[in-house]
């Protein structure tokens, strides 16, 4: 059964500092890995998709890395900012015919101005 | 282009009610799946369904159904509501669905369902 953890659990960082989100998985055999953000009380939103066969992928300040067989993943976030607070969540979508999410329990960052 | 909506946002009903919780998905997509989300359980996966069917299942009880119509939007029923059923009904919708390791799923904004 796939188990997904995230650590740290929270993190508050001050404005400015470069940050890194683990994510951890114990059955590598995925389709792929998608980390969320999600803010108080509202739905996510996807930051970075990372196929199974790709080892990192990179969107302007992010930058979100899939080592699948140690089952880890890394959101690197550059240059934090007040309004990247917010809770962030991976998941592992497994193999087959299904798109079902198995998700992390998050970490919520909180960064300081 | 319009992201995925769900109605109602919010929802407050009493033990034992019934309620129905609505999901259109973006244009052109056909998976859609729910999540129910809860401070001591997190995400968990319901129900995903692809072209009307539904092609797979969480480990939730049978008080917990779903449909998909021919437009691909989806709704959620939870019967003979308990108190534990409070939490945020999240659903998602992606294009492929079947066998896509690119398929990136897009989420709408939830239902916040209370029960009292």
């Known amino acids: 059964k796939q188990e997904v953890t995230q650590i740290p659990a929270a993190l508050s960082v001050p404005e400015g500092e470069n940050l890194v989100l683990n994510c951890s998985f114990t059955?590598?055999?995925?389709?792929?890995l998608q980390w969320f953000r999600q803010d108080p009380g509202k739905g996510l939103t996807s930051l970075l998709l990372?196929?199974?066969?790709?080892r990192e992928q990179t969107s302007g300040r992010l930058n979100a890395s899939l080592d699948k067989s140690s089952g880890r993943s890394t959101l690197y976030i550059a240059a934090s900012q007040p309004g990247d607070s917010a809770t962030y969540l991976c998941a592992v979508r497994g193999g087959g015919a299904t798109n079902k999410l198995i998700f992390g329990t998050g970490t919520l960052l909180a960064v300081q101005p | 282009k319009a992201g995925v909506t769900q109605t109602p946002r919010y929802l407050i009903k009493t033990r034992g009610q019934q309620v129905t919780l609505s999901c259109s998905p973006i244009s052109g997509h056909r998976s859609v799946s729910w999540y129910q989300q809860t401070p001591g359980q997190g995400l968990q996966f319901l129900f995903e369904y692809f072209s009307e069917t539904q092609r797979n299942k969480g480990n939730f009880p049978g008080r917990f159904s779903g449909r998909q119509f021919s437009n691909s939007r989806s709704e959620m029923n939870v019967s003979t509501l308990e108190l534990g059923d409070s939490a945020l009904y999240l659903c998602?919708?992606?294009?492929?669905?079947?066998?896509?390791?690119?398929?990136?799923?897009?989420f709408g904004p939830g239902t916040r369902l209370t029960v009292l």
């Open positions: 990372i196929q199974s066969s790709q």
């Open positions: 059955d590598s055999a995925i389709y792929n």
């Open positions: 998602a919708s992606s294009l492929r669905g079947q066998g896509a390791s690119t398929d990136t799923q897009y």
